[in-house]
């Protein structure tokens, strides 16, 4: 079985069907592209997997276990992190403390652990301090560790809610858009960050974009959504010279690739 399968997924809200029969499969250590038209049902699929809202059919299998319906708490710990479209931080807390109440429930919140095991929950604080330098400096912020998180710009704010998810060692991260609303400059920098942890981490990333110039440079497998159905897989430029992609994605205008 592949790293992660999605199987004939069916969600219905009211007698709208948002994803109808949506299978589609990621293999490990790839980035894997989920595109397609506003209103498509692609964040509603991630929400499906992910447990936030429960499938009326179908299944989703990740490491060869079954998930389906798991609350998130519980597909987050077997290694498969969401981050966001729209970063969920604490804005008064710093950057710092973000990343650290990312990790869970700790020893230290214990009250008899934390009058009687001093020494055990202060050295468990320290080595999440270590992990949460690793995780600044592999998203590059480092320098605005300690400022508080409502102050940083949209692309900065996308990197710290990567740096989030990657707290918890993930194996496979899905991502909402992770360069809408930031400049090209950073946009890029995010991608360049997400291929470093493809390469460095063996990271598998599955990836919702609109920002398809970026995207495409990076991913192995790109799969177009319309009315909840996958309508086209396969490589990139395969997917391009299909000209349902345009009647579907762009009508006929191609645009975006100038």
């Not at 992770?178 to 890029?188: D, I, K, S, Y």
């Not at 959504?225 to 994605?249: H, T, W």
């Amino acid at each position: 079985m592949d790293f992660f399968v999605a199987d004939r997924l069916v969600k219905n809200f009211g007698g709208l069907r948002v994803l109808n029969e949506t299978s589609l499969t990621v293999k490990e250590g790839t980035i894997t592209g989920l595109v397609g038209p506003n209103g498509s049902g692609k964040t509603t699929f991630f929400h499906v997997v992910y447990g936030l809202l429960r499938p009326d059919a179908g299944e989703v299998y990740f490491r060869g276990e079954p998930i389906t319906c798991l609350p998130a708490y519980r597909v987050y710990s077997k290694g498969l992190a969401l981050a966001f479209q729209l970063p969920r931080l604490f804005s008064r807390l710093t950057v710092l403390d973000n990343l650290l109440l990312a990790t869970g429930r700790r020893s230290g919140e214990n009250f008899g652990t934390a009058l009687f095991r001093r020494r055990h929950w202060q050295e468990e604080e320290i080595k999440l301090a270590e992990k949460a330098r690793a995780v600044l400096e592999l998203v590059e912020l480092t320098p605005l560790a300690l400022k508080p998180a409502g102050e940083l710009s949209g692309g900065q704010r996308k990197l710290l809610e990567i740096g989030r998810a990657l707290m918890a060692d993930p194996v496979m991260l899905l991502l909402d858009e992770p360069a809408a609303g930031v400049n090209p400059v950073l946009g890029r920098k995010i991608y360049a960050t997400l291929e470093r942890l493809r390469r460095e981490k063996r990271l598998t990333l599955l990836i919702i974009e609109h920002r398809l110039e970026m995207l495409l440079d990076h991913a192995q497998h790109v799969y177009l959504m319309d009315a909840g159905r996958i309508a086209l897989a396969g490589e990139p430029a395969r997917v391009l010279a299909d000209p349902a992609f345009y009647k579907i994605y762009a009508g006929e205008s191609r645009q975006w690739q100038s």
